[in-house]
């Protein structure tokens, strides 16, 4: 069965810091995978996606994840983070042909 | 625009009252989703629907049920709520899997 390990459940940086927040996989069969965010009171908002081909998928506000297939991780990474990253992230990835399942969530907070 | 979209986004309900939850879609997706999201924990899928075939997730009470009357609607009925079940319920759909989820903003259940 899939499952999804998120390694940190919080993680503070400072405004214009680096960050990665940590996902790792385990499946015996190929998976699509997913970053998802999650401001308060929401519902989960899709970030980025790697289904095939080049390893290092981007968002279009800055946050790009890399799969990595030897070590079964998909780590999410942004080089420079912004008070308005501050959210819950979540790692899933796809189970048999119409299922999700997600990691228990990292809380990213930025501190100014 | 085309969106998932629950009602209510706020619901108190007593102990052993029944409840329900509704969820529309204007996305036209086959599938559907209701997952169960507890603070700080990652959002556990309850059922989900692949057009009309319904498909129950092993470890979901049997005091949750759905019923899909037609691809824009879903609702999960709470038969007996207990004080455990407060949570976020957050209803999603897809149209692949490729895609990942669409969610809706979701609605937080008090149980009181």
């Known amino acids: 069965a899939q499952s999804v390990t998120q390694l940190d459940s919080q993680v503070p940086v400072f405004e214009e810091a680096p960050v990665e927040l940590r996902c790792n996989y385990s499946s015996s069969v190929s998976v699509y995978l997913f970053w998802y965010v999650q401001y308060p009171n929401q519902g989960l908002q899709l970030l980025l996606k790697y289904l095939s081909g080049s390893t290092l998928v981007e968002s279009i506000n800055g946050f790009e994840a890399e799969f990595n297939k030897s070590q079964t991780s998909f780590h999410l990474r942004k080089p420079s983070v912004h008070i308005s990253d501050t959210a819950e992230y979540f790692c899933a990835v796809t189970a048999g042909a119409s299922k999700i399942i997600f990691g228990s969530g990292t809380r990213l907070s930025i501190r100014p | 625009d085309a969106m998932v979209i629950q009602n209510p986004r706020y619901q108190v309900t007593q102990f052993g009252k029944p409840v329900t939850l509704s969820c529309s879609q204007t996305l036209n997706h086959n599938v559907m989703y209701w997952y169960q999201q507890k603070s700080s924990q990652a959002p556990k899928l309850l059922f989900h629907?692949?057009?009309?075939?319904?498909?129950n997730e092993a470890d979901t009470p049997d005091n949750f049920q759905s019923r899909r009357p037609n691809t824009s609607f879903c609702f999960l009925d709470i038969r007996s709520p207990g004080l455990g079940d407060a949570a976020m319920y957050l209803c999603?759909?897809?149209?692949?899997?490729?895609?990942?989820?669409?969610f809706g903003q979701g609605t937080r259940l008090t149980v009181v």
């Open positions: 999603a759909t897809s149209t692949s899997i490729r895609d990942g989820a669409f």
């Open positions: 629907y692949y057009d009309k075939d319904f498909n």
